[in-house]
């Protein structure tokens, strides 16, 4: 008597979990889609059935072409099972999970939910040292400091390649070689940076620098309209005190809440500021928020200000300056690889500018010794900074086209020198004149270079090129004052209007980026960059080998019994097909 197989057999299921080393690509790994075709399952019949086979379809179980963890796995195969149940196979697709390649996929999926794509990118590389503590909006359990991870070595915090890139100072020329732009914030299509493009990283992170030339824009434009209220010279316009108050209000205001904020990136993100201090163009701008101070205290309502301010409000507002002077200047005289021949450009005279902006406020306050030290001290190195700049030696790094928009910076210097003489010794006389009169004509050379001013996208940072037109219709005004006449009273005039009216479009498109295209503050890509061109592959090329290895054999201690059993057989079949044919 022929007994039949049972109704019920046993099955087993089978998930391929082979590891494959990632290569690094952040957007190309997905797990692959449920496969629609079905595994025949063959039952024969008895001998009094008929004859016949019954075949009897079941889904095949998905597989998966990458090594996850087991609870990155489990979540999917639940929430497969629950489309199942519920009879919603057409939303299955869109309940799958995104693994990305780049270290931070081997956390547990999230199942609660359905727009928990991936985790975001760890910024805590960048982070204050003081203040990493547990890593927030983590999925992965935290990984012992010495035990390498081979998928994201370098881009981990706490690990040895993350501090090496980020802690050692990048060189001055890697700059000017994997950055573009009026500002060097534009990385090249051929470079690679630290942190993700895609993501919008933290406001703190991309709150740079420059924005204190929003207050120097505004800071000197107090002073403008100052003097044309109260030299006698523009006494014909009747300008009004109030709009002088008014300014400088709001140059108060902007001054208060950018310093805040650029305290609170110094407290979380400070490894980011000494990024930007390594930066040759932006290693200048630290020394904006003191002559926006200075320009403060300069442009005083006359009713608020007394005849002398105290000589304390100089010391706080030079100290910083000239702590930065003796830094900065060092590195030009003493050489290597941030010598002046290295990293000379425009914005370079922002650094000499404060020199003579101090000296104006020395003067204010009745140190007129010290007004003269500083003028001195400005006038030696911007000889230095001027030359460097006209000869451009071979040594020099080429300053990209897109950077021209900074040789307003040119301008700045004479304006000011010219204007802190004759604070100085009260009157303006041929000194004064001369280094008005230089730039005056640098002024003329770049009015009549249009093209130097042209295709670019707006930047926070242009507010820094409206002080030196400002700064030349200072210098105008007090030249129209001396030598009274229609053409220089007319000259004082167009520059003030000139200046007042690059500010003002300044502003709108400011107001227009922040609050209603929110584009004021993008990813600030500038301080991101690789110490080299490959990542810093080279240095630590032998170090990752070396971890990466011995992580992939403790990988492979760890590999279930079923998945080493399924290779093994895999390898014998390869064997035997190769010895077949």
């Known amino acids: 008597m022929t007994s039949g197989p049972s109704s019920s057999s046993t099955e087993h299921h089978f998930v391929d979990i082979h590891p494959v080393l990632s290569d690094g690509n952040d957007n190309v790994n997905r797990l692959r889609d449920r496969q629609s075709s079905n595994t025949a399952v063959k039952f024969r019949r008895g001998s009094g059935g008929g004859g016949g086979d019954v075949v009897r379809t079941q889904p095949q179980m998905p597989t998966f072409s ?163 209220a109260s030299n006698p010279a523009m006494a014909f316009l009747h300008v009004s005190p109030v709009i002088n108050i008014a300014l400088w209000l709001l140059a108060l205001a902007i001054l208060v809440s950018v310093s805040v904020t650029y305290t609170l990136k110094c407290i979380f993100y400070f490894e980011a500021i000494r990024r930007e201090y390594f930066h040759p163009v932006r290693v200048n701008f630290f020394f904006a928020p003191w002559i926006a101070c200075m320009f403060l205290a300069i442009g005083t309502p006359a009713r608020w200000a007394p005849k002398h301010l105290h000589p304390a409000i100089w010391c706080a507002f030079i100290a910083p300056v000239f702590v930065l002077e003796l830094k900065i200047y060092g590195q030009w005289l003493s050489g290597g690889k941030r010598r002046l021949c290295k990293v000379a450009n425009p914005s370079s005279h922002l650094s000499v500018v404060g020199n003579f902006v101090g000296a104006i406020l020395a003067a204010k306050v009745g140190w007129g010794e010290a007004g003269k030290f500083l003028w001195a001290v400005g006038l030696g190195h911007y000889v230095c900074v001027f030359v460097t700049l006209y000869q451009r030696l071979p040594t020099n790094e080429a300053l990209p086209k897109e950077l021209h928009p900074v040789y307003s910076m040119f301008i700045a210097t004479p304006s000011a020198a010219s204007i802190a003489w004759t604070a100085i010794y009260g009157e303006f006389d041929a000194v004064s004149t001369t280094f008005y009169f230089i730039a005056l004509f640098l002024y003329c050379s770049l009015v009549v270079r249009i093209n130097f001013f042209r295709g670019f996208k707006f930047s926070v940072a242009w507010w820094s090129y409206t002080f030196p037109m400002t700064t030349a219709s200072l210098a105008t005004i007090k030249y129209a004052e001396a030598a009274p006449c229609f053409v220089s009273k007319g000259l004082a005039l167009s520059l003030s209007l000139m200046s007042s009216t690059m500010v003002s479009v300044l502003f709108v498109s400011t107001l227009l980026h922040a609050f209603v295209w929110r584009s004021l503050f993008p990813n600030d890509l500038a301080i991101a960059i690789t110490k080299s061109r490959n990542g810093g592959a080279k240095a630590h090329g032998k170090e990752k080998n070396a971890d990466r290895k011995g992580y992939d054999i403790k990988r492979w201690a760890k590999q279930s019994p079923l998945s080493l059993v399924a290779s093994i057989r895999k390898g014998n079949s390869g064997d035997k097909d190769s010895e077949g044919k």
């Open 66 to 228: 990458r090594q996850i963890s087991l609870e990155s796995g489990m979540a999917v195969l639940d929430m497969e099972k629950k489309n199942a149940k519920g009879g919603s196979s057409g939303n299955t697709k869109e309940e799958q999970r995104v693994l990305l390649r780049n270290g931070k996929s081997l956390g547990g999926l999230s199942v609660a939910g359905g727009d928990a794509g991936h985790r975001k990118g760890d910024f805590s590389i960048f982070r204050t040292k003081s203040t990493l503590g547990a890593r927030q909006n983590s999925l992965m359990p935290l990984r012992k400091e010495n035990e390498p991870d081979p998928n994201h070595g370098e881009g981990v915090a706490g690990s040895t390649g993350a501090d090496d890139r980020v802690n050692k100072s990048v060189p001055a020329g890697r700059y000017f070689a994997a950055l573009r732009g009026p500002e060097l914030d534009q990385v090249r299509d051929s470079e690679d940076i630290l942190l993700p493009k895609d993501e919008v990283w933290p406001f703190l992170l991309r709150f740079p620098i420059g924005c204190f030339g929003i207050c120097l824009g505004l800071g000197s434009q107090a002073i403008l309209w100052g003097a044309l």
